[in-house]
């Protein structure tokens, strides 16, 4: 595994080379701008879910963010704006260039998502530590995890029961799990 803080490169000769040993390519989108707007769906339906999942560990409501009756309130805690603009420079992705079963795969990808989304809010519930802020960052997260949800939709619909996928940059794909122990 390899931790990056950019999108790789694929490597037109693995290209040739996984082709040419009966690796097929999944139909994916060609960038990442083409996949957040793919996406865009999955963000609402996630944001959705995340606000029910922090429904059931804590009230969220409008006002939490900033909504009265009297109009919008927005407190600006620079803490908070520094720590989301750190985490944008820094963050970072894990990627593989191994051939991983489509269960584990999948399983991989959809972690964080579940992680996130259920996990930290039910710690940081018995913790107190629930804050508007965090349920926030929460639904934040949730919403940026949609190109993950899009990534797992893709391979349920593209990949066989028993495949196993691997990776070139950004490109993935698959082969039968009876084919590979031939080849």
Known sequence: MKLLYKLPKSNPNLHLDLIKNGWIPMK???NLISAIL???????????????????????????????????SIN?????ILGIVGLTLFGAF????????K?????????????ILVIFPL???????????IKFLIILNSMGSSVDLLNVLLIMKQVPKNATLTSNGANTYWKNAQAEQEG
């Open 94 to 101: 894990v990627m593989t260039e191994e051939k991983i079963s």
């Open 28 to 30: 994916e989108p060609k």
């Open 123 to 133: 710690i940081l519930s018995i913790c107190g530590l629930l804050t508007a802020t």
């Open 38 to 72: 793919l996406s865009i769906p999955l963000m609402i339906v996630a944001s959705m879910i995340s606000i029910g999942v922090i429904n059931i560990f804590s009230s969220i409501s409008w006002r939490d963010f900033g909504f009265t009756s009297g109009g919008i």
């Open 76 to 80: 600006i805690n620079l803490s908070v």
């Open 103 to 115: 269960p584990r795969y999948m399983f991989i990808t959809i972690a964080p998502f579940t992680i």
